[in-house]
């Protein structure tokens, strides 16, 4: 069997019948919703940006990584190639693993540009989901969501009040989104919503970057963070 093309590349094996929002051969844009929700991840980089206070590296990472997701989407969005479609789960990786690979990784390598540590991540990334069916590169990415989640719990201070409330709003966001996400080709939820699932995945996950940056980088009580740390160091 032949697999359809977008301008000279293989599009996904699930093609035309990969979400709720059906595709059609020939497309340019392949899903209207779900390509220009996309642009949530580039609103939430340029928001986060200007909501911090610290402006450190960290966030620079943060915000840049976010903007790759939404060129990512956009991307996979528009063809649902197999190459695109890589891009966009190593991107959503890449985001997840950052924290995690700054502090036990990029620590003990060599010295270079920490963009040149995320291009390199990506490219590898990219490599092996390339190989991968849409459900294994689904429960890659949630996997790798669920350990980035234990190593930031590992570290840092989260207590039931009002300083930590972005934190739970997101955690509480992103549940319902991944939710939406997984079961986002099944009948049973294409048929009781009006606005595609994967849509609004997009969306909430954006609002979520954003409540998990003002909690992360403006309020948590973390010693070792440099957002925290005292003048004297």
Not at 23 to 44: D, H, K, T, V
Not at 48 to 58: G, Q
Not at 74 to 89: E, L
Not at 150 to 164: A, Q, W
Request: net charge positive; hydrophobic share 50%.
């Amino acid at each position: 069997m032949t697999m359809p093309q977008w301008m000279g590349l293989t599009q996904f094996e699930c093609f035309p019948h990969c979400s709720c929002e059906v595709m059609r051969a020939g497309c340019i844009i392949c899903q209207p919703y779900a390509f220009w929700s996309s642009i949530s991840y580039l609103i939430a980089s340029i928001v986060i940006f200007f909501i911090v206070k610290n402006r450190d590296e960290e966030l620079k990472l943060w915000c840049f990584s976010l903007f790759i997701v939404s060129i990512g989407s956009f991307f996979a969005h528009a063809s649902y190639t197999k190459v695109a479609m890589a891009m966009d789960f190593a991107s959503i990786l890449n985001l997840h693993l950052l924290f995690l690979m700054r502090r036990w990784v990029w620590k003990k390598m060599p010295k270079v540009s920490s963009y040149l540590w995320i291009t390199l991540i990506l490219i590898v990334l990219v490599a092996a989901l390339y190989f991968l069916g849409r459900w294994e590169q689904t429960f890659v990415a949630l996997g790798i969501f669920i350990l980035g989640s234990f190593e930031l719990l590992g570290r840092v201070k989260i207590r039931f009040d009002k300083k930590n409330r972005f934190f739970f709003y997101c955690f509480g966001l992103m549940s319902v989104m991944y939710g939406l996400f997984l079961f986002d080709s099944t009948e049973w939820l294409c048929s009781r919503l009006i606005i595609p699932p994967h849509t609004l995945w997009h969306i909430g996950s954006g609002i979520c970057a954003c409540l998990f940056s003002q909690w992360y980088f403006n309020d948590r009580e973390d010693e070792s963070s440099p957002h925290h740390s005292s003048p004297t160091k």
